[in-house]
């Protein structure tokens, strides 16, 4: 990572978090930047509380394609279903 990108990143946190330890070598490999993998269950387990059902889905996830959200999206619109594949020869 360039040092100006570190600076702006990087700069002021006061912890660096990763998602596993493979991730936590490569950080210290590539960037030099220390960070503490974390694990299942996270720290604040305890205060999670679950809520009535509503007409929502709760997908915790950044926007990218390989998160493949379109194809819960396109599931959910009515009429979607018609049968028919796309040129990917996922269902639609």
Sequence with gaps: MDQALRRTFHTGSQKSVCQFKGCRE???RYNN???E???H????AGQLKTGEQGEYI???SRLEPQKRQDLL???MR???HTGQADPCG???
Excluded: D, M, Q, T
Excluded at 41 to 44: K, Q
């Design 41 to 44: 269950p996270p720290p604040l």
């Design 73 to 75: 999206i396109e599931a």
């Design 33 to 35: 930047i220390e960070s």
């Design 26 to 28: 490569r950080l210290k």
């Design 90 to 92: 996922r269902r639609r």
């Design 37 to 39: 993998p974390l694990y």
């Design 58 to 60: 709760f997908y915790p």
């Design 78 to 80: 009515p009429g979607a």
